[in-house]
């Protein structure tokens, strides 16, 4: 059984910095994309970035391309995501989610999600 686990969340400043984490298990991840998304209070979930577990290539919403970066470790089974110059509109529950195939912004395309981790920037 699949099974994405996130943590790092928490409660930082505008302009600080966090490091989510994401533990995959139960699976072969390598044909995988691993996903972050998000979801604010009374809004859909939004796509935040993704990168293909094998080959390392990445994809980042316009709206933290530059501030946030992805990537993975594989012999852990981690993907992460290094949030920096945060801004108050990044809060949010982030989910991890797993894809095996279709378009990566899309969150129908993935197949597991985590189970959300806050994260809340103070101005």
């Known amino acids: 059984q699949v099974q994405l686990v996130e943590s790092g969340g928490g409660l930082v400043q505008a302009g600080g910095s966090l490091r989510l984490s994401c533990a995959a298990s139960g699976g072969t991840f390598s044909s995988y994309a691993m996903g972050w998304f998000r979801q604010a209070p009374g809004k859909e979930r939004e796509f935040v970035a993704a990168?293909?577990?094998?080959?390392?290539?990445?994809y980042y919403a316009d709206s933290v391309k530059g501030r946030f970066t992805i990537s993975r470790d594989n012999a852990k089974n981690t993907v992460y995501l290094q949030m920096s110059s945060l801004k108050p509109e990044d809060t949010a529950v982030y989910y991890c989610?797993?894809?095996?195939?279709?378009?990566?912004?899309?969150?129908?395309?993935?197949?597991?999600w985590g189970q959300g981790t806050q994260v809340t920037v103070s101005s």
């Open positions: 989610a797993a894809a095996g195939g279709g378009a990566w912004y899309r969150s129908a395309s993935y197949d597991y």
């Open positions: 990168i293909s577990w094998s080959r390392g290539i990445t």
